[in-house]
């Protein structure tokens, strides 16, 4: 960290700049907590905000760093995150050795912290919440002067907090649907390994939307993969509803998928040979209870289409198509891997405002993308970085599929 007068004003500055700019309280804070801990170097930050329906239990409001926090929650007075909301002061640990002071252990979702910096916000009447900083083990410890900056950086978040008139409550996710826990995917050809998933800890919630992105190449498909069955990990867990499949055989996984999971692909690989209606009745055919295929083309406004053959549709027809084949198992979740990619602006809305209403209608889907955009619709995102996952954030408001311009 710069050493100096200047690069606190420069950092106040570039807090003030974001909150300014902010058109919404959920922006303000997110674009806020994202600059404090770019420009202090953090690890990783946390905006904590009390439920004031479950005795104040602290939940995640908005987060950076490479864990997820979602199903994570602090209860007052308990742990640092606690003790900070109850006696509203901030704390500052710069020397913590989380691996050997277990008994005080600083939990960022799993991550040994080797410093933290904590600061509670409140407003006229109540208290809020608090906002926290942390290091990993291995990274620098925070110092002194780099606490003030966070404290002030904090505290100007606070006021927004404050001069907000909304007062958003704290996100609750549903049921846990999957769960991964230190994935790893390595390929190996001959003499060659390439470590293309290294280490990838998430899960995944009942009827959420969440968007993976990340550049090509990164591993989103790999991990996509992953998480349908169609590929196993070189190590780590997976779970799915609570089950352990980590170990499961090709036989016991091509039956998850067949019963449980909907897949979209770039490509849509539809059966060309095969009318839309045949494409669907051949999936329905597989599981027990399907959707009528007459209904699921309705769904996707393609019911006079279907007699149509792949060849004879567009690709956003055919993209429908392959949303209304994903549909037809009623699968728990739909996995989709940039599904847009191949579509120009105007047939990717149509696509994604399908896929929104699948989602509004109950299913969970996780879609791949590197459209930044897209990211916007999402009730959850995932940044990948080069096979880690490396930003996790929680859109308070989605967007409409109709909503997003590229
Ligand atoms: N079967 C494979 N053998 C070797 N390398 C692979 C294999 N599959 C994927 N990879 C490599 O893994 C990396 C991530 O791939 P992928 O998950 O498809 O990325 P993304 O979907 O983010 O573009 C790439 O560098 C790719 O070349
Ligand atoms: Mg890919």
Same mark, same amino acid.
Request: net charge negative; glycine share 8%; with cysteine.
């Given at each position: !960290?710069? *050493? ?21 309280l $959920? #922006?303000?804070l ?6 404090? &801990?770019?420009?202090?170097? +953090? $690890?990783?930050?946390?905006i904590w905000y009390a439920d004031k329906?479950?005795?104040n239990r602290l939940r995640?409001f ?7 926090? =979602?199903?994570?929650?602090h209860?007052p007075g308990?742990?640092?995150v606690g003790r900070v909301f109850e006696s509203q002061t901030a704390e ?11 008994? %005080? ?10 410093? /933290?910096?904590c600061v509670p916000f409140s407003n006229n009447s109540e208290d809020l919440g608090v906002i926290q ?18 404290e002030i950086m904090a505290m100007m978040a606070a006021i927004a907090i404050e001069e907000s008139e909304a007062l958003a409550?704290p996100?609750?996710?549903? #049921? ?12 190996? *050809? ?17 009827? #959420? ?11 989103? @498909? ?9 590929? @196993?990990?070189?190590?780590? %867990? ?10 499961? =055989? ?18 849509? *690989? ?29 769904? &996707? ?12 549709? @567009? ?6 198509? @392959? ?12 996995? +989709? $891997?940039?599904? =847009? ?13 399908? /896929? ?15 459209? #930044?955009?897209? =990211?916007? !619709? ?20 989605? +967007? ?7």
């Amino acid at each position: !960290m710069e *050493n100096s007068a200047l690069y606190i004003y420069k950092a106040i500055g570039a807090v003030q700049g974001v909150i300014a700019n902010a058109t919404t309280l $959920d #922006e303000a804070l997110q674009e806020g907590l994202k600059t404090i &801990v770019e420009h202090s170097g +953090a $690890d990783g930050g946390a905006i904590w905000y009390a439920d004031k329906t479950d005795d104040n239990r602290l939940r995640p409001f908005f987060w950076i760093g490479p864990v997820d926090l =979602t199903s994570r929650s602090h209860v007052p007075g308990d742990g640092s995150v606690g003790r900070v909301f109850e006696s509203q002061t901030a704390e500052r640990l710069f020397e913590f050795n989380a691996l050997q002071d277990v008994e %005080t252990a600083i939990d960022f979702a799993g991550m040994p912290v080797g410093s /933290m910096v904590c600061v509670p916000f409140s407003n006229n009447s109540e208290d809020l919440g608090v906002i926290q900083f942390v290091n990993g083990l291995d990274s620098d410890r925070f110092t002194d002067e780099g606490a003030d900056v966070m404290e002030i950086m904090a505290m100007m978040a606070a006021i927004a907090i404050e001069e907000s008139e909304a007062l958003a409550e704290p996100w609750k996710p549903g #049921e846990i649907v999957m769960s991964l826990r230190d994935i790893t995917r390595e390929f190996q *050809n001959g003499d060659i390994v390439t470590k293309v998933l290294k280490g990838v800890n998430l899960d995944v919630y009942e009827g #959420e939307l969440l968007v993976l992105l990340g550049e090509s190449g990164c591993g989103k @498909s790999t991990l996509l993969n992953i998480i349908g069955g169609m590929d @196993s990990a070189t190590s780590g %867990t997976f779970e799915y509803l609570g089950e352990d499949l980590s170990n499961a =055989t090709q036989e016991q996984l091509t039956e998850f998928r067949r019963d449980n999971i909907g897949f979209i692909f770039q490509s849509y *690989n539809l059966m060309p040979n095969l009318t839309a209606l045949q494409n669907l009745k051949l999936i329905a055919e597989l599981v027990e209870d399907p959707m009528d295929s007459d209904e699921a083309l309705e769904i &996707v406004g393609l019911e006079d289409r279907k007699r149509n053959y792949p060849s004879q549709m @567009s690709g956003g027809q055919q993209q429908r198509v @392959s949303i209304a084949r994903a549909l037809v198992k009623r699968p728990k979740i739909i996995l +989709a $891997d940039e599904p =847009t990619a191949a579509l120009d602006y105007a047939t990717s809305i149509e696509v994604l405002q399908v /896929m929104e209403e699948v989602v509004r209608g109950g299913t969970t889907m996780v879609m791949v993308t590197h459209n #930044e955009e897209i =990211t916007r !619709m999402a009730d959850r995102v995932v940044r990948m970085r080069d096979g880690r996952m490396h930003e996790v954030t929680i859109n308070r408001h989605p +967007a409409h599929a109709t909503d997003l311009v590229w």
